[in-house]
């Protein structure tokens, strides 16, 4: 027997078995996290629009600080809302999954939890993140933002005659929450009443600043029935589920006034600021009645109301040719902060 070659044989296999062995013996990774392993959780954003999305990272370290095992298990759950059930960590110990809402609005808890929890030792938290031990709870805001919208066209008013290949005109949606703070990633819906839109009926989002943009074309068959007027009007979900929305009015030149506004609230709950975006050619006249009696001719008021109850403002726009056009408002003092709203013919 050549025992040198059967020695060889040995040594190589040997060396085989030592290099295939995985790094770290015995601490290999495995699905379940050891005892007293402590969770962190965190969302971006924890704020949400009916269309938007939130990524949760949760964060696992094992009893000596160290991260867990890459491919341990973190069960997830949403209490509204979709999220998966079911993600591993890499070798940071950190885990993620993306919480998309199911079209109901409130406030979402997403729990994380090991495969060592045992409902003992949990922990929720109202902020962004949160720690725990062997469960972890954050809250999101759902849908629960949308307060007010503003539309404000540019120009305001068109020549009676323009250019065979139209006239576009640049309309401008602000969405802001009940804080007044402007809202990102609110879907807005921008209609018209003549011409045609850039969007062609379809959602637009807003930008960080709460802007949604949309273009309007104007071609001279647009005006041939001697149209004074063309009515545009921007749409979004709610905080309560229900749309808001505001118009605005972009007047034809030597056509009808066509008034409109829109108010916020002011330093108080029972101040309002009356923002008048009313179009028309040749001097205006403006009369605004507030609902309680009083009245003034200025073209932007501010009015402090004395008592608690709705209240139905009405602004009257006349003309050189006294031409008329009437719009209103109902609102209910006192007004909560961030409120507003706009106009309606």
Excluded at 311 to 330: E, G, H, K, M, P
């Amino acid at each position: 027997m050549n025992y040198r070659a059967v020695a060889c044989l040995l040594l190589v296999g040997l060396l085989l078995v030592v290099f295939l062995l995985p790094v770290g013996g015995c601490d290999k990774a495995t699905p379940v996290a050891p005892s007293g392993t402590i969770l962190s959780i965190s969302a971006n954003p924890s704020k949400i629009a009916l269309n938007g999305s939130s990524t949760i990272t949760v964060v696992g370290r094992k009893p000596d600080g160290n991260p867990l095992n890459p491919g341990t298990e973190i069960r997830l759950s949403a209490s509204l809302g979709t999220i998966d059930t079911l993600v591993t960590t890499d070798r940071n110990g950190t885990a993620t999954a993306i919480f998309r809402p199911d079209g109901r609005i409130g406030t979402a808890t997403i729990t994380a939890a090991t495969g060592s929890a045992t409902g003992g030792g949990s922990m929720t938290s109202d902020s962004s993140s949160g720690s725990g031990v062997s469960s972890v709870s954050i809250k999101l805001e759902v849908g629960n933002a949308a307060k007010t919208i503003t539309l404000q066209p540019t120009p305001t008013i068109l020549p009676t005659t323009i250019p065979i290949e139209g006239t576009k005109v640049t309309l401008l949606a602000i969405v802001r929450d009940s804080n007044g703070q402007p809202l990102a990633n609110q879907g807005v819906n921008f209609t018209t009443d003549l011409g045609t839109l850039a969007s062609r009926g379809s959602i637009v989002n807003t930008n960080a600043r709460g802007e949604a943009r949309d273009t309007l074309t104007v071609l001279p068959s647009d005006l041939a029935n001697n149209t004074t007027s063309i009515k545009v009007t921007v749409q979004s979900a709610g905080s309560d589920g229900a749309l808001i929305n505001a118009t605005a009015t972009i007047q034809v030149a030597n056509g009808r006034p066509a008034a409109h506004f829109s108010y916020t609230r002011g330093a108080d709950d029972h101040t309002v600021v009356f923002s008048n975006q009313s179009t028309g050619s040749g001097n205006l006249l403006y009369t605004w009645d507030f609902g309680d009696g009083l009245s003034t001719s200025a073209q932007n008021p501010t009015h402090t109301y004395d008592a608690n109850k709705q209240y139905t403002v009405q602004l009257t726009v006349t003309d050189s040719n006294n031409q008329a056009s009437v719009s209103t408002a109902t609102f209910t003092i006192p007004l909560a902060a961030g409120a507003g709203g706009s106009s309606s013919p």
